[in-house]
């Protein structure tokens, strides 16, 4: 159904076939919907997704503001075990008849199996799987996979505590662990790194150059610099460290300046290494006004575990290629 949504996407104009194109590989990545994907990469506004749903399912849709603050006694109506199978969020009870949200209306039509359950008559509108995954966190605490809570997170204004940054780390590196390919450790980690960093990148010394391989918030597919050049990528490769601070106006950094569009008034840029050879160097930035909030640590954290995520391939990779004498 995904690629049948997208396409509807593509003939109201909401979307470029290009745009479903990068959606439906980072499904493939990730997982989830593909209107989740598309959320999550900025290409439409949630609310703009939500609305486009109704129109494809012919559904009226959740006004956001409606589960906000939903009733105890009506969330009762519902137990947290078949919330979590049939993925639904009761919003409003009328005497018999209960009013939830759902983010796949066709997998409904098993819902004669949950009216004979319940007792109840169901209405159902459509809500996104984000927003659906979070009321199920909020009301039935189902915790949503990592991934989900970068979009609703922005906009809190508590600061996560040492031990939720703890835990969500301890998803990431769960999420390393399983890889098959380096194209998905990219992916997770350049994913991570955005939710703190508005400009995420990769870079890879390849030879005497060093080149743009993967990017979030800005474009590096033409990157291709002097490895020896006197800039913070020769830094950090040739001391064998990481880098924060201003990036300075020196010749060797004059190219990804410009891929910058200005001078960042702090950055970070970290090596990527298997037993002692670095093979990728991340960037991160606030953009060129603004100063990062997470800690250094946070990115080394990340840039370790993507570290010992290529070991894991390769090694995999040796061990299938390994010949097997006969016996």
């Known amino acids: 159904m995904g690629l049948k949504l997208g396409e509807a996407m593509i003939r109201d104009g909401l979307i470029t076939r290009d745009q479903l194109r990068v959606a439906l590989e980072r499904q493939v990545v990730f997982g989830g919907r593909i209107g989740t994907n598309i959320v999550e990469l900025g290409i439409l506004a949630e609310k703009d997704l939500s609305a486009f749903l109704s129109r494809f399912f012919k559904m009226p849709a959740v006004d956001p503001a409606q589960l906000a ?7 009762a109506c519902l137990s947290r075990e078949l919330a979590e199978k049939y993925k639904v969020v009761p919003f409003k009870k009328e005497r018999h008849r209960l009013h939830v949200a759902v983010s796949d209306p066709l997998s409904m039509s098993n819902a004669d199996a949950l009216r004979f359950i319940t007792g109840y008559d169901f209405i159902f509108y459509v809500l996104s799987e984000l927003r659906l995954l979070f009321a199920l966190e909020k009301y039935y605490g189902i915790e949503r996979n990592l991934r989900y809570i970068s979009v609703f997170g922005k906009g809190k204004t508590q600061e996560p505590t040492r031990e939720d940054v703890k835990k969500e780390l301890n998803k990431v590196k769960e999420q390393f662990a399983q890889v098959q390919k380096r194209e998905e450790t990219i992916g997770i980690l350049l994913y991570e790194a955005s939710r703190v960093a508005s400009r995420t990148a990769v870079f890879v010394p ?6 743009g391989w993967r990017s979030r918030g800005m474009t590096v597919d033409h990157f291709n610099v002097p ?4 800039s913070v990528f020769s830094e950090v ?3 064998k460290t990481c880098y924060r601070g201003p990036l300075a106006e020196t010749p060797g950094n004059e190219a990804l300046i410009s891929v910058l569009s200005g001078v960042p008034r702090d950055c970070i840029v970290i090596s990527i290494h298997i037993r002692g050879n670095i093979i990728a160097l991340m960037y991160a930035d606030n953009g060129n006004s603004s100063e990062l909030s997470a800690s250094l640590t946070y990115f080394d954290t990340l840039a370790t575990m993507a ?5 894991i391939i390769m090694l995999r990779q040796k061990l ?6 006969n016996v």
């Open 237 to 239: 490769i040739g001391k």
């Open 206 to 211: 390849k030879g005497d150059r060093i080149m």
């Open 227 to 230: 490895a020896a050049a006197d």
């Open 307 to 311: 570290s010992l995520s290529f070991e």
């Open 320 to 325: 299938l290629d390994l010949l097997v004498p």
């Open 69 to 75: 603050s939903v009733d105890p006694q009506v969330i």
